[in-house]
């Protein structure tokens, strides 16, 4: 699948147009940019709780707001990007087996030649971790081949890594408190957007927690790592970390490229140290090939999510995200050859989510399970948990 998008304006990119990396070059660690986000969802949260001194110098606050209601504030926090038209999608020919270097050579050779490619011109071809990794082994005899990492698999392994890091520190039991069923699946991350909620719901429990204590004990949140409280240690750094997982899947929702970029340039120290050696790997490989092509950044600004539709802000998906949701659908649904336009296409989309949200509604409320439910007695219970 292509996705073809109409830049506002002329980006050269060429060979020239690089930069030679060196030891001196910082591809990961902290940066202002997420430093200024978890500030900024700070004082959103204490906006939330309202704290007050009663007349018993009591410290009091509200808990009457329920996850959704922070997760807009958050995504309303952030800036919008990819102020493009939505893009024309062309659904190519099947190419080379996905799973083998030979097929994953194949399809690529087959993009150059339908793109009618010249020797100084670049080949950017999104793909999972798998198909990243087997790209990689071809620029050495390509040059011009520039592979990125997908962004929905990275989410979905990022995940992965909170769970892994936390696993031994009560993760799974405050998933329980808050109301979380079939824990088995939320540890394999077998439905990615069931466990993207129960992250939220848990970063969200632990933030207000944090900030409840520090205002209750007047403390500072830059003083916790000289705190000799080993519990509020351990929380606070999964409320910064579960923050950048979420800061960078917000950047996916909005477009924003250098909010995505700088997300993961702080979250992937994590990778090695949950024990994802070949992710590790690609995403330093992926960091290095941003770094070295400003042009293909100065693109991506422009095209780092895919654009839905131009009336819904927060809407974007990653590439292959659209993939999954959009093209492979498509051809399975499609196969005996029909061609459909561009509306037909929307509302069969339109149609296939809303009957899958129902049926998701219809198990979560069967199931009593607030971290999927959207009825108001499952944002009720949201709000007593969250309280507590």
């Not at 750094?237 to 979420?246: A, E, V």
């Not at 989309?349 to 509604?361: F, L």
Request: aromatic share 12%.
């Amino acid at each position: 699948m292509t996705f073809q998008n109409y830049l506002p304006i002329q980006i050269e990119d060429s060979i020239e147009n690089t930069i030679n990396l060196t030891k001196e070059t910082i591809l990961f660690g902290m940066n202002e940019r997420c430093t200024d986000i978890l500030d900024s969802w700070d004082t959103i949260l204490d906006n939330l709780l309202q704290f007050e001194i009663n007349n018993n110098k009591e410290l009091t606050y509200k808990t009457n707001f329920a996850i959704f209601e922070i997760r807009q504030k958050l995504t309303n926090s952030l800036e919008n990007g990819c102020f493009c038209p939505p893009p024309n999608i062309v659904i190519m020919d099947a190419g080379g087996n996905p799973s083998s270097d030979e097929g994953i050579f194949e399809s690529a050779k087959m993009y150059e030649k339908d793109f009618s490619l010249n020797g100084n011109q670049y080949l950017d071809i999104s793909g999972d971790e798998a198909i990243f990794r087997r790209l990689i082994k071809l620029i050495e005899n390509w040059p011009n081949l520039r592979p990125l990492l997908a962004q929905w698999h990275l989410s979905k392994d990022m995940i992965s890594v909170l769970i892994t890091l936390f696993s031994s520190y009560g993760i799974f039991d405050l998933a329980l408190v808050l109301g979380v069923k079939f824990l088995d699946k939320l540890e394999a991350v077998v439905d990615y957007r069931a466990s993207l909620r129960v992250i939220e719901l848990i970063w969200a429990a632990v933030a207000i927690a944090i900030r409840i204590h520090l205002k209750k004990n007047n403390e500072n949140k830059y003083n916790i790592n000289n705190n000799q409280n080993i519990i509020l240690k351990t929380w606070y750094l999964f409320y910064q970390w579960d923050g950048i997982f979420l800061a960078h899947r917000f950047g996916i929702r909005l477009g924003n490229y250098d909010i995505q970029k700088d997300t993961l340039s702080a979250f992937g120290p994590l990778f090695p140290a949950a024990g994802k050696s070949n992710y590790a790997l690609s995403v330093v490989h992926f960091r290095a090939i941003l770094e070295k092509h400003p042009k293909l950044e100065e693109k991506l600004r422009y095209v780092a999510s895919v654009k839905i539709s131009d009336n819904k802000k927060g809407h974007f998906f990653a590439y292959d995200e659209a993939l999954e949701t959009f093209g492979v659908k498509f051809v399975k649904q499609n196969i005996t050859g029909n061609v459909i336009n561009q509306d037909n296409l929307k509302m069969q989309i339109s149609a296939a989510q809303t009957e899958y949200e129902r049926i998701e509604i219809l198990l979560a409320e069967f199931l009593d399970d607030p971290t999927s439910s959207t009825s108001l007695r499952a944002i009720d219970q949201e709000k007593k948990q969250c309280g507590n």
